[in-house]
């Protein structure tokens, strides 16, 4: 007897140690996969950063657009319930935001005001977005979190005040700290269905800003980018070569170009991967689901419940796929003014990223 149960415990103990073996195989194969990406992204941006940007806006914005809405989707729930505000100022947000950044240009154009009002006009949207993210903040910490995030409301006023002083300086920082949120969302998805990845993610994380820095200390003495067309002055324009004269235009479109691939990568390849491993049963001891075809609606939770809405789920992401389609259409025939309509109208994106991402908190 007593040596059955020895034999029982040797084999759980070889059965544990070949579990640990395989957890560790799987955690070095990750990482040396976040790196290698990171890595290359790196490479590929300082080589070509004219070029490769014309080229992942292409073959990746609409895609990862449709993944996005796909995500969200997945992440609405099909009562708001104690949320109800919360979802109210998000959505509500979404709209008057978008709209307005939308008519900003427009108006611009058609010189319906002055130049020198542009500045005020910048400051006043970006306060907006600044005390509407701020609300969507408190109101997170108040629903569910049952915490005091009222010191939200303050500094939200005091990143205001600093944007009266730089507007346009202000929404440069939006077009390079937008990208790091793919990032935030990786790690808290890691965080609900592979927890024992996460050190490892974030421990990866430290190699970012030490590419960031080499590459910028590498290209900030280069020779500017050429932009002696519409499309190339854009992307430099984009970048802030305009805004920061000192500082070399081939830097700042590597770096946009880097943090753009790292965000496309996040949407396109890492969530879709993780996202079928959810968790079931036992939080502690998640075990991940099959993995289900992406296209198919009742995998999200908010079509496949009787009280929620399949139909409307599959118009969306169907007029999602034909919109994809309309601008690889836009792009092949013109690339510059479809990238200029493209990278106004995906500020709904941007703005939508907040109220899910405290939602994830």
């Known amino acids: 007897m007593e040596r059955t149960a020895n034999i029982g415990l040797a084999a759980w103990r070889a059965e544990s140690g070949a579990r640990a073996a395989t957890r560790q195989l799987s955690l070095k194969a990750f990482a040396g996969t976040l790196i290698l990406c990171a890595c290359f992204s790196a490479l590929f941006a300082s080589w070509l950063p004219l070029q490769f940007s014309v080229v992942t806006v292409f073959l990746f914005a609409g895609p990862h657009n449709w993944f996005e809405l796909r995500y969200f989707l997945t992440r609405l729930p099909v009562r708001f319930g104690k949320s109800r505000n919360f979802f109210i100022t998000a959505f509500s947000g979404i709209a008057l935001l978008t709209v307005s950044y939308i008519a900003l240009p427009v108006l611009y154009g058609f010189k319906l005001f002055p130049d020198e009002l542009w500045p005020t006009m910048l400051a006043s949207w970006n306060s907006l977005l600044l005390l509407w993210i701020g609300v969507l903040v408190w109101l997170r910490g108040k629903n569910k979190l049952r915490r005091d995030w009222s010191w939200a409301l303050p ?182 003014t479809t990238r200029d309509v493209y990278f106004t109208v995906a500020i709904a994106h941007v703005l939508a990223e907040a109220p899910f991402l405290l939602k994830m908190l």
Not at 160 to 165: S, T, V, Y
Not at 194 to 200: A, D, K, N, Q, V
């Open 155 to 336: 500094v939200a006023f005091g990143l205001c005040a600093l944007n009266w002083l730089a507007p346009e300086f202000f929404s440069l920082g939006i077009v390079y700290l937008h990208p790091l949120v793919a990032l935030c969302f990786f790690d808290r998805h890691l965080a609900r269905t592979r927890p024992h990845w996460l050190g490892t993610y974030r421990r990866c994380l430290c190699l970012l800003p030490l590419l960031l820095l080499g590459m910028f200390w590498q290209l900030s003495r280069t020779a500017a980018l050429p932009d002696d067309n519409g499309l190339f002055w854009r992307i430099t324009q984009h970048a802030g070569a305009q805004l920061l004269p000192n500082v070399s235009s081939h830097a700042l479109v590597t770096t946009h170009v880097f943090l753009e691939m790292l965000h496309y990568g996040v949407w396109l390849l890492a969530l879709p991967l993780i996202a079928p491993l959810a968790k079931t049963g036992n939080p502690q001891k998640p075990t991940p689901r099959k993995c289900e075809a992406i296209w198919r609606v009742k995998t999200i939770p908010v079509a496949r419940h009787p009280r929620g809405f399949p139909r409307m789920i599959a118009t969306a992401l169907g007029l999602g796929v034909f919109f994809v389609l309309i601008l690889w259409f836009g792009l092949s025939v013109d690339y510059a």
